[in-house]
T-cell receptor
Framework: GAVVSQHPSRVICKSGTSVKIECRSL??????MFWYRQFPKKSLMLMATSNEGSKATYEQGVEKDKFLINHASLTLSTLTVTSAHPEDSSFYIC???????????FGEGSRLTVL | GIQVEQSPPDLILQEGANSTLRCNFS?????LQWFHQNPWGQLINLFY???GTKQNGRLSATTVATERYSLLYISSSQTTDSGVYFC???????????FGTGTLLAVQP
């Protein structure tokens, strides 16, 4: 089946620093990717839609200057958490839509801890 | 926006038992997917099922789009079935998925 890979799987950083998370589609091209955030024991919350070659579309309440998204190629989207603070600590998961069929495949997730 | 609710929120089963998980959604949908989130957080695709019935081994799913619900059946449950089960739907012009509240399943030996 389709494979989506995220890196890093875990990251610990100091408050005030920026962290970049990569999401790659390994065996298909993805014009659209999605970024989700999950708090402990909660459901997944959609943060933004990443579109190859154009600006990301952010969900209401998500700060676009805090969570920078870049989708520079058909196989790579990146999420940069800028000037991270402890409240940004969370599990971030990306997903990719294979060939615009609507079926999404998810990466392994990246657990961010901000000290 | 569309609301997605799952029931039950928690479920404890003995190994070998069967179960039915339900997903209700508030509007018509184009797509519906079921996922299993394992203890490490990985989301495993179970079914892509906007309508109809599908089966894969001990798992099967049915979506009745006109009545706005989907069911996931787990038969002869195993301890490895433990985890959180999510349904997610896409009801808008874009294909972004909105996740349900999840069902936490614990299968005991």
């Amino acid at each position: 089946g389709a494979v989506v890979s995220q890196h890093p799987s875990r990251v610990i950083c100091k408050s005030g620093t920026s962290v970049k998370i990569e999401c790659r589609s390994l065996d298909f091209q993805a014009t659209t990717m999605f970024w989700y955030r999950q708090f402990p024991k909660k459901s997944l919350m959609l943060m933004a839609t990443s579109n190859e070659g154009s600006k990301a579309t952010y969900e209401q309440g998500v700060e676009k200057d805090k969570f920078l998204i870049n989708h520079a190629s058909l196989t790579l989207s990146t999420l940069t958490v800028t000037s991270a603070h402890p409240e940004d600590s969370s599990f971030y998961i990306c997903s990719a839509d294979r060939d615009n069929t609507g079926e999404l495949f998810f990466g392994e997730g990246s657990r961010l801890t901000v000290l | 926006g569309i609301q997605v609710e799952q029931s039950p929120p928690d479920l404890i089963l003995q190994e070998g038992a069967n179960s039915t998980l339900r997903c209700n959604f508030s509007d018509s949908v184009n797509n519906l997917q079921w996922f299993h989130q394992n203890p490490w957080g990985q989301l495993i695709n179970l079914f892509y099922i906007p309508s109809g019935t599908k089966q894969n081994g001990r798992l099967s799913a049915t979506t009745v789009a006109t009545e706005r619900y989907s069911l996931l059946y787990i038969s002869s449950s195993q301890t490895t079935d433990s985890g959180v089960y999510f349904c997610a739907v896409d009801g808008g012009a874009t294909n972004k998925l909105i996740f349900g509240t999840g069902t936490l399943l614990a299968v005991q030996p």
